[in-house]
């Protein structure tokens, strides 16, 4: 069962909102948030961490990106989707440069939300279609792609390979003996630093390289002693 943070100071947007999540997931438990201060201490004091937080960027008592900010500098492991008003395509590439896992315009339809919702989920960094010029902005030039695959962390190479293998973060999760929740997150990193918005973009894009020969460890091959869950 997942674990949802809704954080707008809206009642009717709000119950917008979780319609959206009951339409991705009917089994959701969602916490509401009116202020970020509200925010804060529902993540402080949650008996188990979120698995997705929505947040409006407008948010009372905040400047600019100050909300946003403060919940990724207090809380960096939870992923956070932008649903707001305010989708000028570079406030929208700013807001994905802090590493969110997604932006979806207020406007959109609740089955977009929920697709967005679903997507975000499953690891990947979600923007509503039409929001930004279009997928080349956000994918990686071929002769900067080394570069960004070097960037990565062991796990997250072993996690890309299993990936371009087909696997479900589930069965991931399972090779690497660490929990979903992990996975995710590891997911939702590598899709940032390869500058792309979903894993079938990741393998698009790391097609264009010989990945086998970068040194990436097979799948279930042991690199460190299994992580705590």
């Known amino acids: 069962m997942n674990h949802f943070l809704i954080i707008d100071d809206h009642p009717l947007f709000r119950e917008a909102l979780r319609s959206a999540v009951a339409l991705a ?6 916490v509401e948030a009116g202020a ?7 993540v402080e004091t949650a008996e188990r961490s979120f698995d997705l ?16 900010l403060e919940l990724r500098g207090r809380f960096p492991r939870l992923p956070i989707l932008v649903v707001s008003a305010l989708d000028d395509p570079k406030i929208v590439r700013q807001v ?13 339809k609740k089955l977009d939300l929920s697709t967005a919702i679903t997507e975000v ?15 080349s902005d956000r994918r990686a030039d071929a002769g900067d792609l080394p570069s960004r695959i070097a960037s990565l ?3 997250q190479l072993r996690v890309l390979s299993m990936i371009r293998q087909g696997l479900l973060n589930k069965q991931i999760a399972y090779e690497l003996n660490v ?5 995710k997150a590891h997911v939702s990193e590598i899709l940032r630093k390869l500058n792309v918005f979903s894993r079938t973009q ?28």
């Open 25 to 30: 997931d009917p089994k959701a438990e969602i």
């Open 36 to 42: 970020i201060e509200t925010a804060i201490e529902a």
């Open 53 to 68: 937080a929505l947040l409006d960027l407008t948010m009372p008592g905040t400047t600019g990106f100050e909300g946003l």
């Open 96 to 108: 994905l440069a802090y590493g969110v896992a997604g932006f979806v315009s207020k406007s959109a």
């Open 121 to 135: 989920l499953a690891g990947s960094v979600y923007v509503q279609p039409g929001l930004i010029s279009g997928e």
């Open 153 to 155: 962390t062991p796990q």
């Open 179 to 183: 929990g979903e929740t992990t996975v």
């Open 202 to 229: 990741a393998v698009i894009e790391v097609a264009k390289l010989d990945f086998d020969k970068l040194g990436v460890l097979p799948a279930g091959a042991p690199a460190q002693p299994p992580a705590s869950r």
